[in-house]
């Protein structure tokens, strides 16, 4: 039935108040999880009875989307290998207000999820990490490789994007559907994180981190990192991703290491000349103008690349405004009145609402 304030709204002719409630989809990017992927959908359907769990399945081998489909969860099959290509298709197929995305793997504490959806519409953020915190403590959950890769990735990052965070490479996110719908998820492996990272940064998006605890894998789950192939690939993406981010400070930095190596080679060629009048060492004179050439040029580069890359900014920046934020979609706008009462009252509950996922094409 309506309540008061709607009863009198309606007795004075005019239209009710339209109340919208965010909706929340746990994205969980799998492969070969079958051992591990119950746990994960049982974990967060616990902690987040109101939301939807999507398992997007990458061609695995194994049993994962028999176990997740079992288990409760929302099985959808991406075909196209690398995490970066099954993010894309999270991102473009499920409809949600917030997003919380997780790996398949059983690693990550479902409790912290609470605390990352709160603070991302406490705070309004664009996105929430939760920054690992080991809690086994036998050295088992995070090798010693890609805990030493992931510190020096993330001072790294810090340097390149100006922008503060110890867990780049986090799997577990909270984000909005302004930050979703306008991430263009361009790369298709482990690199993605980096791919997020670079978005905040380029927008200049608020995001945060809070602790979450991480735990070891359990017997039968293998990791589908590799320590120096995954690792050499998101080196490269970075590099990419500056060029593409700050190409005064790419390109800049090479028109200065080349002038000093111009220098170099240069200055003992002039102090010859000085006192003997004769260019006593032509190759070496000419190799230093060379240098010193390709260093203005890619100079010029860098200015031409950074306006570019400003009219771009502006547009992704106008597309992220384009969406709608969280509780304001058009489909999930319910407007109450006494005709459909008893409906909208049983619709309009927090949380509630199937998420739509469009079939694959």
Request: aromatic residues 8%.
């Amino acid at each position: 039935m309506l309540n008061p304030e709607d009863s009198m709204i309606a007795a004075a002719g005019r239209q009710p108040a339209r109340v919208a409630y965010p909706e929340v989809a746990v994205i969980v990017p799998c492969y070969n999880e079958e051992s591990t992927i119950e746990s994960v959908v049982t974990g967060f359907s616990q902690v987040l009875p109101a939301a939807t769990i999507y398992v997007f399945n990458n061609m695995s081998t194994d049993n994962t989307a028999q176990v997740a489909a079992v288990a409760g969860a929302t099985v959808v099959t991406a075909r196209r290998p690398g995490k970066g290509s099954v993010v894309r298709k999270m991102f473009s197929e499920v409809e949600a207000d917030i997003y919380l995305m997780v790996d398949g793997d059983g690693t990550y504490e479902p409790e912290a999820a609470v605390d990352m959806l709160q603070l991302l519409q406490d705070d309004v953020l664009d996105m929430v990490i939760g920054a690992r915190v080991s809690a086994d403590r036998d050295g088992q959950e995070y090798p010693s490789g890609h805990a030493l890769g992931n510190r020096l990735f993330s001072w790294m990052y810090r340097w390149m994007f100006d922008t503060p965070i110890d867990d780049a490479f986090s799997g577990y996110r909270a984000m909005s559907r302004r930050f979703v719908k306008s991430f263009p998820a361009t790369t298709s492996g482990f690199d993605i994180e980096t791919e997020l990272l670079a978005h905040a940064a380029e927008l200049k998006l608020e995001f945060a981190e809070i602790p979450a605890k991480y735990y070891s894998r359990p017997l039968g789950s293998e990791s589908k990192l590799g320590t120096y192939s995954d690792g050499f690939k998101i080196l490269w993406s970075a590099i990419r991703l500056l060029r593409d981010l700050h190409p005064k400070r790419f390109f800049g930095a090479g028109a200065v290491l080349l002038t000093l190596a111009a220098l170099a080679l240069g200055l003992p060629v002039i102090e010859e000349f000085l006192q003997t009048g004769l260019v006593l060492r032509l190759p070496t004179a000419v190799l230093a103008v060379a240098l010193q050439i390709i260093a203005f040029l890619l100079l010029t580069c860098g200015l031409i690349v950074s306006s570019v890359r400003q009219v771009s900014r502006e547009q992704r920046r106008l597309a992220y405004l384009a969406v709608s934020p969280a509780g304001m979609r058009a489909d999930r706008i319910y407007q109450r009145s006494s005709a459909t009462a008893p409906k909208d009252s049983a619709s309009s509950e927090p949380g509630q609402g199937a998420l739509q996922a469009r079939e694959n094409r």
